[in-house]
């Protein structure tokens, strides 16, 4: 049910004096009659757990030749609180491939009365380029009614031209979580001697299928599909929510043709665009022999070349035409000492192959937490370009966009996914390093002392590997050490204390490791009440993570990242007093995790040990509450605290 503020009071009387409230379930019987989208004619269990309706959404692609496709985009939606208001708002994006035709808007209010048409002056052009792009030729055309009286209705007619073929949308007629959709449709119309390809998730009926003179029109329909909420580790979205993914069989994009039945195919294309663009300098070709003159090894030789790219280049995106698909030549990228990740990687490629060492061009899905490709349904789902250098029992995968990165490291950016080797022979589907449990550890060793003052001064030894020293890499290249010192007092969780010093030393491997020393002094760490003191033996190793029970789980459980903590704690406390409570030990095992803690008093030090494991997989839905017990346990233990009593004997404190 919608909450009080979704309800707006009219003048508090209507025409004949009556008092009235209006929302999408009621409205005074001598008001408006109401037009096709009047709030009041959605469903309630459409505005459960709801921020935006979809009241109607209408997709048609027409491939009308093998470089021109037809798109007529025409949807309405319903405002409902500000939660939503960000979906009011229409972003078109437009490039050298794409040319928007024309933009028809309508706003409406609660009673679907029409308040105001778009007029083409109120469209805002935005260009594409900003932040790490050089040159982009992407464009936005952005229109916002600014209305705020909620609820109201916007509706769109967008109509757009594309000319290439290598992209096919695709259907999500769930934009996103606390979205509920009235109707839906999707169709595509393409010759009937052409094969488009697509794929359902999670859409249980076929597709609708008709044939008129020489076309084949292929569509799909959803209607009256209620809100969802996300949960806690669910899967991917098209997991949960129907998606139709498109994609071309033969295809054009500018002078380039090619074909994406599979992924041997698909690599051919990408040869096609490369090819030639891997001839260097004659500066650049006597330097790669002086780097590599005497170097016996080859993973030597690679490390080599890759420090060379990474101190003589640096990323700026380039995104132009053919360019956003194409590498720049290597000859570019020596010359400007600048490239996309797709240039880099070519020009990586190129320098390896001037050293006689075979690498491959790649392509991959980035992001940490990105889905991986959808492996059956072969289509361009690329963002990035990375190389592969096959070695002698080995691989070694360079990420060529980073100037910091160590050579044959991935991490969560890369890594644990599929990627599509550009070989000789054309596209050849492959897997990234998987870094697992025993690889994503943090070993953290803490020597303490507590003062009478309940003052605790702190040295921190910490260990972070592979993954877990993803963030902190970033951190510590990427910023002054005085905003490190920022970002530290940010992350640590303490009431009241200072970094006295911080230091760090990276391994860099392709299993690399960042090593941090901390200094820190925390003041009223400790409780004191009287003769007791009360002090958690666990300083900076604490889970925050609780969730809510609910009975109603959906989705299953997916939990990509595993890792283990290891922490060590001794604290040197006041002389004086004996233990009156102690936290008894734990240990937990089962298929979300592990974690055990101790805690003992030896002379007048508490020696506190604590494990963590999270594993990776899947989970039913079932066992939700396990999941629920699991970290609730693992918060309460966290928090433990030893309870100290002063000795008798003992004066002051």
């Not at 320098?351 to 991959?364: D, F, P, Q, W």
Request: proline content about 4%; aromatic content about 12%; some cysteine.
């Amino acid at each position: 049910m919608p909450n009080r503020s979704y309800l707006k009071r009219k003048n508090n009387s209507c025409k004949k004096g009556h008092s009235v409230y209006y929302s999408y379930y009621s409205r005074c019987n001598c008001g408006p009659a109401g037009g096709e989208y009047a709030v009041s004619k959605i469903a309630p269990e459409l505005l459960r757990n709801a921020n935006i309706v979809i009241r109607f959404e209408e997709e048609h692609i027409v491939l009308q030749s093998l470089d021109k496709v037809l798109i007529k985009h025409h949807y309405v939606i319903t405002i409902l609180n500000d939660e939503g208001a960000r979906f009011a708002r229409l972003v078109e994006s437009y490039d050298n491939f794409q040319e928007i035709k024309s933009i028809d808007g309508i706003l409406y209010d609660a009673y679907g009365i029409k308040l105001k048409s778009l007029k083409s002056k109120d469209v805002e052009d935005l260009s594409g380029s900003g932040g790490s792009n050089l040159a982009d030729d992407s464009r936005f055309k952005v229109h916002d009614f600014y209305y705020k009286i909620y609820p109201y209705t916007v509706e769109y007619n967008i109509e757009t031209v594309k000319r290439e073929t290598m992209f096919f949308p695709s259907w999500v007629p769930v934009w996103d979580e606390n979205i509920s959709v009235e109707k839906s449709r999707f169709s595509i119309s393409v010759p009937k001697d052409y094969l488009v390809r697509f794929k359902q998730i999670n859409y249980k009926n076929a597709a609708s299928i008709t044939e008129i003179e020489d076309k084949r029109i292929y569509n799909w329909e959803l209607t009256n599909y209620e809100a969802v909420v996300k949960e806690y580790a669910y899967p991917g979205w098209a997991e949960i929510t129907p998606t139709i993914l498109l994609a071309p069989s033969n295809f054009v994009i500018e002078d380039y043709t090619g074909n994406m039945t599979d992924w041997k195919e698909l690599g051919k294309f990408q040869i096609n665009l490369n090819r030639g663009r891997d001839v260097l300098p004659d500066a650049i070709k006597k330097k790669v022999a002086e780097l590599t003159r005497n170097i016996n090894s080859v993973p030597e030789k690679i490390r080599i070349l890759y420090n060379f790219l990474q101190s003589n280049t640096h990323y700026i995106s380039i995104q132009l035409g053919i360019g956003g698909w194409r590498p720049f030549e290597a000859s570019f990228v020596a010359l400007k000492a600048y490239g996309d990740c797709k240039a880099l990687s070519n020009y990586m490629f190129s320098l390896l192959k001037e050293a006689g060492i075979v690498s491959y061009y790649t392509l991959i899905k980035a992001g940490d937490g990105a889905a991986d490709l959808v492996t059956d349904f072969p289509s361009r789902q690329f963002n990035h370009a990375i190389v592969c250098v096959p070695v002698e029992k080995d691989t070694i995968w360079l990420e060529c966009t980073s100037q910091n990165k160590a050579a044959g490291y991935m991490g969560g950016f890369t890594g644990n996914r599929h990627a599509l080797l550009i070989t000789e022979e054309g596209g050849k589907l492959v897997t990234t390093p998987f870094y697992k449990l025993n690889d994503n550890v943090q070993i953290r060793n803490i020597q303490a002392l507590l003062d009478i003052e309940a003052t605790l001064k702190v040295h921190v030894k910490s260990s972070y590997k592979a993954m877990q020293q993803d963030d902190l890499q970033m951190m510590i290249n990427g910023l002054s050490k005085d905003k490190v010192k920022e970002s530290l007092h940010e992350q640590l969780d303490f009431a009241t204390y200072e970094i006295n010093n911080f230091e760090y030393k990276e391994e860099k491997s392709a299993m690399p490791v960042i090593e941090e020393s901390l200094e820190i002094t925390v003041s009223n760490y400790a409780t004191i009440t009287g003769k007791r003191l009360f002090v958690n033996p666990n300083i900076m190793t604490r889970a925050n993570r609780r969730l809510q029970t609910d009975t109603t789980r959906k989705y299953e459980l997916e939990f990509r990242y595993e890792y283990r903590d290891i922490d060590t704690a001794e604290i040197e406390l006041p002389i004086g007093y004996e233990p009156e409570s102690m936290p008894k030990d734990i240990s937990i095992r089962n298929k979300f995790g592990r974690y055990q803690c101790s805690v003992m008093l030896l002379a007048n030090k508490l020696i506190y040990c604590r494990l963590y494991e999270q594993y990776s997989g899947r989970i039913p839905a079932t066992e939700y509450p396990d999941l629920v017990g699991f970290y609730d346990a693992v918060y309460k233990a966290d928090r433990s605290k030893v309870v100290l009593v002063k000795k008798e004997s003992t004066k002051g404190f």
